[in-house]
């Protein structure tokens, strides 16, 4: 009689709403649960230890089925996550890259609106026989010239007297050297800084016209002005110590 009650129990207990699976528990983790609780129990405390051992199987069933669920929802979140940071990386790259060119395209088209800046501004100033004085027009031109380049970053006027042959070699030199300061001193009253003009003398080194050929020494008689890097400017200024 004793053993009746025991096994009725034990389909009591298997039968009722608290060992029927959730709607969201796996059947065969529960089942595997129950049969090795059942088991164990069996072992532990013969038929009352099969009843325990069941429950606590059916619970063990049910905890290894929602910690399951719970890891595969973390790999396939971290798999989305993996994914979009794949995909925000990818756009970044572009990104990246797409400013990369852009700062290129406007360095050389920097670089080329400075050259033909550069090129525009290279001017000569000519003088009187034995002369240095610049004319009322000729300061002006250079004051707006002085404007032009004074906002340019580590742009440099360089500045290169001649004169033609006549007179003694130190004449000249002196001369094409007065020639050249007072171009300098033009363009840092229209407002260029003293340091960013640098001055040097050819004399009459470069002189090729004969004493006849009035109109070849006129072009003789003269500064060249060049705008050019600080770099290249620094190169003459030591070159013509």
Known sequence: MHKKVIVLMIGSLLATSSFAAPKNRAPKEESIGVGSGAAIGALAGGPIGLVVGAAFGGWLGDRFHHERSARRDADDRAASASAHAGSLQQ??????????????????ERIDHR??????????VFFRTEESGLGGATEERLAKLAALVEPMDGAVIRLEGYADARGTESFNTTLSAARAQAVRDALIR???PADRVVV????????????QDVDGMAL??????IVVDDDSATRVAELGR
């Open 200 to 211: 040097t003398a050819a004399g009459e080194t470069s002189s090729t016209a004969a004493e």
């Open 91 to 108: 756009l970044l790259t572009a990104s990246e890259r797409a400013a990369a060119e852009k700062d290129a395209a406007l360095v050389s």
């Open 190 to 192: 229209g407002g260029m």
């Open 220 to 225: 003789e008689r003269r500064v060249e002005m």
């Open 115 to 124: 050259r033909d800046l550069q090129e525009a501004l290279s001017v000569e």
